[in-house]
């Protein structure tokens, strides 16, 4: 019996061997899917609040949808309470950050409440981000607007130019007289900054005009994107793309015009301080939300860069500076360029952000373009390599009214 007995121990060690072995194989976790929990949140991001238009003008409406993920079942668009578009299954890759845009055409005089909403396949959603833009009819309100009351523009740098904080001077007049000469005459779209030459560098504006208005034609810039207008009892520039221009000018003198103001001179600043604790920032994947994939001369569009902590610290939220300009042959050419700044919010070891800033490219249409976005380009936060916070992309600029 003795060897009967030590086959059945034999067999019963080779049974049990694989099912050991199996109790302490490790297994690997699976690539880790951040947890989206809590209803959505939505921000406007253009327009501006208070912004002005002209009835029949498409008002572009771009909000930043965060905390999203996958289960987002729509976004909806509203005027006054009244939906006009509900974008389906807008987040197709999951992503717990993105953007979204909508267009109305502005109709009805008066204030009108812009308001959308984001919301998950269970029904919950987000509170309701809003903004009020004013339309004017295309009989012109000007008599009723002073310069104070325009809104914002966007301009060839991609910067959006602030309201006005105070009212002109009393002295000034409240509204811009019609001009009565032979000049070419222009109409203002949307509320406009007036500016001493044509750029935005000229800073401050030295007046503004309001949607409706009608404008004297004086000159255009070589580039054909600022026009010279006359203003009250001296003249001014303003963007182009914020005229509707239906008179002949062909004949219209195209300027320099007057140089750019020197900037001015910054105070050295102190050394940066030494990095506390492990922050490494790292420029992430960029994109742009022009319409159609192109990005168009004279039309603006969005720019986004991820922003990633590969260190062990926290971070603080910190800021990019995006830049473009135009390439031939490997070649950068002169020195035009265009520069719009955005944020971002602090960030945890391993987690990543956003950061966006609106631009507006008009000039060297049919080049090839490099966009470049430095994160923390000041070195406002302290980190142990600074190597790797430059992203980039390369494409041609289509030409459409430039």
């Given amino acids: 019996m003795r060897p009967f007995a030590n086959s059945a121990v034999a067999l019963s060690a ?10 302490n194989l490790t297994v690997s976790p699976g690539p880790q899917v951040e947890e989206i ?35 987002l079942a729509r976004v909806d668009f509203a005027v006054d309470n009244q939906l006009f578009d509900s974008q389906a299954s807008p987040n197709s890759d999951g992503a717990a950050t993105f953007i979204v845009s909508s267009s109305w055409t502005a109709s009805g005089a008066g204030a009108h409440l812009l308001s959308v909403i984001a919301a998950r396949s269970d029904g919950s959603s987000s509170a309701p981000a809003s903004v009020t833009v004013t339309v004017i ?23 959006a130019a602030q309201e006005p904080e105070e009212p002109p001077p009393p002295a000034a007049p409240t ?36 949607a409706g208005d009608q404008v004297e ?8 994107t600022w026009y ?12 182009g793309s914020l005229l509707d221009i239906s008179d002949n000018i062909d004949d219209l003198p195209a300027i320099w015009g007057p140089p750019l103001p020197q900037p001015t001179a910054i105070p050295p600043t102190a050394a940066p301080v030494a990095p506390v604790g492990d922050v490494n920032l790292v420029a992430g994947s960029m994109r742009h939300t022009a319409a159609g994939g192109r990005i168009t001369c004279g039309v603006g569009f969005r720019v986004e860069i991820d922003v990633a902590n ?27 360029e265009a520069i719009a700044h955005g944020t971002f919010p602090p960030v945890g070891p391993g987690q990543t952000v956003s950061a966006s800033a609106e631009m507006t490219i008009t000039f060297h249409h049919g080049e090839e373009h490099i966009l470049r976005a430095i994160v923390n380009h000041d070195g406002a936060i302290p980190e142990n390599n600074r190597t790797d916070n430059e992203g980039h992309f390369t494409y041609t600029l289509d030409r459409a009214s430039c």
């Fill in 14 to 23: 080779l049974v049990l061997l694989p099912l050991l072995v199996a109790c």
């Fill in 175 to 210: 509204t811009v007289p019609e001009p009565t000469s032979d000049q070419p005459m222009a109409r203002v779209l949307r509320g406009a900054y007036v500016r001493a030459g044509p750029d935005t560098r000229f800073a401050p504006p030295i007046g503004s005009i309001g």
């Fill in 228 to 239: 010279k207008i006359k203003y009250y009892n001296g003249e001014g520039w303003v963007f």
């Fill in 310 to 336: 590969l260190g062990s610290s926290h971070s603080p939220g910190g800021s990019v500076r995006f830049q473009d300009f135009a390439t031939r042959g490997g070649a950068r050419l002169d020195g035009f």
């Fill in 137 to 159: 009819g295309q009989g012109g309100l000007s008599g009723d607007r002073g310069p104070g009351d325009s809104s914002a523009e966007t301009e060839a740098n991609g910067e």
């Fill in 37 to 71: 929990s809590g209803p959505p949140q939505v921000q406007v991001l253009s327009p501006m609040p208070n912004s002005t238009y002209l009835e029949g003008v498409a008002v572009n409406i771009q909000v930043q949808v965060r905390n999203a993920g996958a289960d």
């Fill in 217 to 224: 034609l004086m000159a255009v810039n070589i580039h054909r």
